[in-house]
């Protein structure tokens, strides 16, 4: 497995090539939910965290100071 500009690929063993990890998203939501929601066990967590990710959002953080200057030095509140 690797990552590309943000997108995973995982071996393919039955075709011989590397292909992007995709939901299958033509299952009905009930079915999906079911799939991906409720893994079985611990060892299918860890899997699905390895093959898919961290469910991570990184936000970076600003002081008040710098945000203060940013908003004040904006061209729409100078005119």
Same mark, same amino acid.
């Given at each position: 497995?690797?990552? @590309?500009?943000?997108? $995973?690929?995982? +071996?393919?063993?039955?075709?011989?090539?590397? =292909?992007?990890?995709?939901?299958?998203? %033509?299952?009905? @939501?009930?079915?999906? $939910?079911?799939? +991906?929601?409720?893994?079985?066990?611990?060892? =299918?967590?860890?899997?699905?965290?390895? %093959?898919?990710?961290?469910?991570?959002?990184?936000?970076?953080?600003?002081?008040?100071?710098?945000?203060?200057?940013?908003?004040?030095?904006?061209?729409?509140?100078?005119?």
């Amino acid at each position: 497995m690797f990552e @590309y500009r943000f997108i $995973r690929y995982l +071996y393919n063993f039955q075709s011989c090539r590397f =292909e992007p990890i995709r939901l299958e998203t %033509k299952l009905p @939501y009930t079915e999906l $939910r079911e799939k +991906y929601t409720q893994p079985k066990n611990q060892a =299918e967590r860890e899997l699905a965290r390895i %093959k898919f990710g961290e469910c991570v959002v990184n936000v970076p953080k600003t002081t008040a100071f710098s945000l203060f200057v940013h908003e004040v030095l904006n061209p729409f509140y100078i005119f």
